[in-house]
């Protein structure tokens, strides 16, 4: 189920298993640092073994697998735009993934900027110049694209990494 | 050379402290210590961050949100958050203008207070604003069917009126005007005869709309009744026993209430061949033209029928009148009379309708509906219409 060879993902939502089930005495939670420990042991693996460039886009399309999975199984996809945003922030903040501020969306032509505040993956890591939420940026376009139907380019132009206090995302359709 | 470049940096620090951008500070030459060179270009940077900034800080300080903050420059990222922030903000505002009243803002401190405050405020006035409309549409949708059951109240008051072919049966030349100030009113017009002899009515019962029309029923049941007891050539034999046979019904109907209900009534009997009329009111007036004065008011007795105070043997005077060449005689209930108009806020009058049957003699019936309708209208001008309004003329 999870190791046999294949050319397509497959990941489902229910892979995720019956948590509640598995962890009754510890729960359903655990720390951030145990999230990044392992988001950053992964991508120092994947960048040794394929390169900067490859390690990078095997995080923003796992971050795409996750954001789709996501918006189907926890969003309520025939809500309008901005019942969809603030169902969003909602549970975002639920589930302490960070905190979701939309600055612009022009929903005519699907162009949006937003920022995710105390996010999960950057915020409190030492400055590096350069942006690190790879998977974020997958998250949030596999999010708009099963919303929307139609591919989205999201791209962090700002992030904690980089010396500021919330990261910053573009979201355009893809051309 | 050192001391020169020492005193570059120094006069460069200085003009950072005091909000100046100063000119980039010469690299030193390569006989100058290496960290000489390090300290040079640390200051540029800061002098480039500083200018970077300044823009960037002044647009913000002048709410100006649309300018791109500096990327990479760590003296505002503070202030980024900031710019972030206020577009969140001002999206949000969009968003709540647009009537999505689905937004809060978390964790802005003072902001996400008063904002969320004002969203639950708005929400709370939708709701408030949704149970009003509910209730107007619930109160459209009774009104409807008030109006729906009022409007056939009214098919079946149309039916006790005379139908105009007994009307034009009986009489050659005459005119009704009969507005109920609702729908449905209290008047009634009642006609019985041959082209002979024949008696027309005017009536007006307590109050008007439902419950007026409730008494017209009754009053014309009674009149009925009376009417088969002692024939219609007897005004007045006809007012006493509708009185006696209206207080029979309405008293002991209203026994147990405070209400007292009765109405006025005038009757003309008319032999054309013996060319007479024989007239008896009940708080209402017949007026015949030509007469004595010119336009002759036949006052009715200040007796009404019906009413807990009328008294059931009270005789009811006939007036006798000999009718001269055509002879125009026109009863009207108070309606007409009592309307006060939007111009002097003074009553119609009967000066201005016995002047308006003097002035128009002759005319052809319809002729003077029409030019009694259209004075009664501009008499009454903007002003609400006060009662039912009913005339009966009848020329022989």
Not at chain 1, 28 to 46: A, G, I, K
Not at chain 2, 177 to 189: A, K, L, S, T
Request: hydrophobic share 35%.
């Amino acid at each position: 189920m999870f190791k046999e060879e294949r050319s397509g993902y497959r990941f489902q939502w229910k892979d995720l298993g019956d948590i509640e089930k598995g962890r009754p005495n510890l729960g359903p939670n655990t720390s951030v640092s145990v999230y990044r420990l392992m988001q950053y042991t992964l991508r120092d693996v994947l960048i040794t073994r394929y390169g900067v460039e490859a390690a990078n886009e095997v995080l923003v399309e796992a971050g795409k697998l996750a954001g789709s999975e996501f918006c189907r199984n926890l969003l309520d996809m025939s809500l309008d735009f901005s019942g969809f945003v603030a169902q969003l922030q909602e549970r975002l903040k639920l589930l302490n993934i960070g905190v979701l501020r939309i600055e612009k969306a022009d929903v005519d032509s699907l162009d949006f900027v937003m920022t995710v505040s105390e996010d999960l993956d950057c915020s409190g890591l030492p400055l590096v110049e350069e942006t690190v939420c790879d998977y974020d940026e997958g998250f949030i376009a596999g999010i708009l694209n099963t919303y929307t139907g139609k591919d989205f380019d999201v791209k962090e132009i700002d992030c904690w990494a980089t010396g500021d206090r919330t990261c910053r995302f573009t979201a355009r359709l893809k051309v | 050379m050192t001391t020169s470049v020492i005193d570059s940096v120094t006069d460069s620090l200085r003009q950072l402290t005091h909000g100046r951008v100063p000119e980039p500070v010469e690299k030193p030459s390569g006989d100058e210590p290496e960290n000489m060179s390090l300290l040079v270009d640390a200051l540029n940077t800061l002098t480039k961050s500083y200018s970077d900034a300044q823009g960037f800080l002044m647009a913000l300080s002048e709410g100006c949100l649309d300018v791109d903050p500096p990327p990479k420059n760590y003296l505002v990222s503070h202030f980024k958050h900031l710019h972030s922030h206020l577009k969140h903000l001002t999206w949000q505002t969009q968003q709540v203008a647009k009537g999505d009243l689905n937004q809060n803002v978390d964790f802005l401190g003072d902001f996400s207070v008063a904002f969320n405050a004002m969203i639950q405020s708005l929400r709370e006035k939708r709701l408030i604003e949704s149970a009003l409309e509910k209730s107007h549409q619930d109160l459209l949708a009774a009104n409807a069917k008030i109006m729906e059951s009022i409007e056939y109240a009214g098919s079946i008051q149309s039916g006790m009126i005379p139908e105009p072919q007994k009307l034009n049966a009986i009489l050659d030349s005459y005119f009704v005007i009969f507005q109920p100030r609702d729908v449905i009113g209290g008047d009634m017009y009642w006609l019985e005869g041959t082209p002979e002899e024949f008696s027309f009515a005017v009536m007006d019962c307590t109050g008007h709309g439902v419950s007026g029309a409730f008494m017209t029923i009754v009053a014309a049941t009674c009149l009925k009744r009376a009417e088969q007891e002692k024939g219609f050539r007897d005004p007045g034999a006809l007012l006493k026993k509708v009185n006696r046979l209206m207080r029979q019904t309405l008293v002991r109907e209203s026994r147990s209430r405070l209400y007292d209900d009765g109405m006025d009534m005038g009757i003309c009997y008319v032999n054309r061949n013996e060319r007479l009329a024989i007239y008896s009111g009940a708080h209402i007036s017949l007026f015949v033209f030509p007469g004595n004065p010119a336009v002759k008011e036949i006052k009715g007795d200040n007796h009404s029928l019906g009413y807990r105070s009328s008294n059931p043997d009270y005789h009811f005077n006939n007036h006798v009148i000999t009718l001269e060449g055509i002879t125009d005689l026109y009863m009207t209930t108070d309606g007409l009379i009592d309307q006060i108009g939007s111009d002097k806020k003074l009553p119609f009058g009967k000066r201005r309708l016995k002047r308006f049957i003097q002035n128009n003699h002759g005319q052809p019936a319809d002729i003077r509906r029409q030019a009694l309708i259209k004075d009664f209208e501009l008499h009454t001008g903007i002003e609400n219409r006060r009662d039912d309004v009913t005339v009966f003329a009848v020329s022989v």
